[in-house]
């Protein structure tokens, strides 16, 4: 009876110790305080190929269990529901990944864009709203011999014709999925639940980074052209988040700079991005910070 007690001790000393190494090993890098902290790209990307369709797909990310969405736009203490609403164009998909804030207004979250590029081909990118990352976030999936690296290399595309959603997206018999709910409207199955702070969200997310990446090309250059005049903001959001959007975009790194003496001197470089009627214009400013005579 003794042994027996000990050995439960013992393996109750062990999860603990094992989940507390966990957990410190997924430490969650500083929050940028945007609501993108909030929302897993590379998840929404793994739901999209374990789905067997769009429908079974929107009710994935809208699932409590796979740890996909922490979203609370509007601050009501509830997380916001999903919705999945696909345009299309010729051999395009673009998958819209949409909120509703309120009656009035909805918020587009991401969108995945689905090209096929040959008889058994497709590529796929899930690309992150400027109003809720900061700025466009591109996240694909990860080739296997990628997926040990720390980025993938823009030259390197996964097909992923072989995804049962893909596959079902581009059967003749398919038709559009553009979800049903809103608002007050919401499936019978859906279960609102509480969000949680980004530090406990984070080892949750986290694993999905194994298998897609963060890459810095735009693939899917047809499909983002079907998504462009559907894009949906809300004035809401836009505002409720505005200082920390403008924190985010204007950055700043400390950095070891050679003087025309040959010395060297810490100095700041300042880039801000601005959105203007014209686009995005960068502008980039460096200030050398010299030592007081003494």
Not at 60 to 86: C, F, H, P, R, S
Not at 113 to 141: C, M, S
Not at 152 to 160: C, D, F, R
């Amino acid at each position: 009876m003794r042994l027996t007690y000990k050995v439960f001790i013992a393996a109750a000393f062990y999860m603990i110790t094992t989940q507390a190494t966990l957990a410190q090993t997924l430490a969650a890098p500083d929050s940028t305080g945007l609501p993108g902290d909030n929302f897993s790209l590379e998840g929404a990307l793994a739901m999209f190929k374990k789905a067997g369709s769009p429908e079974e797909f929107e009710k994935l990310i809208n699932t409590e269990d796979n740890k996909v969405n922490n979203l609370d736009l509007n601050g009501d203490g509830e997380i916001d529901y999903i919705k999945v609403i696909d345009k299309k164009e010729e051999g395009a998909h673009a998958f819209i990944l949409q909120a509703a804030v309120s009656e009035t207004e909805n918020q587009d979250i991401a969108v995945i864009e689905l090209e096929k590029t040959g008889k058994d081909e497709a590529v796929v990118q899930i690309v992150g709203d400027e109003d809720i990352y900061g700025d466009q976030v591109f996240v694909e999936p990860a080739s296997e011999k990628t997926q040990t690296k720390t980025s993938t290399p823009a030259n390197v595309a996964v097909n992923v014709w072989a995804w049962p959603s893909v596959r079902y997206v581009y059967a003749p018999s398919y038709v559009l999925w553009v979800s049903p709910w809103r608002w007050t409207v919401r499936p019978a199955w859906y279960r609102p639940w509480r969000p949680v702070r980004y530090h406990v969200f984070y080892p949750y997310r986290a694993p999905y980074g194994n298998h897609y990446a963060v890459v810095h090309t735009h693939r899917s250059v047809h499909a983002h052209r079907v998504y462009t005049p559907y894009r949906t903001t809300s004035v809401t959001v836009r505002t409720r988040n505005e200082a920390s959007v403008t924190r985010y975009r204007t950055t700043r790194t400390t950095k070891t700079a050679a003087s025309p003496h040959g010395k060297h001197v810490k100095a700041t470089k300042k880039t801000t991005t601005v959105h203007g009627k014209r686009g995005k214009a960068t502008k980039s400013t460096t200030v050398v910070r010299k030592k007081r005579r003494q």
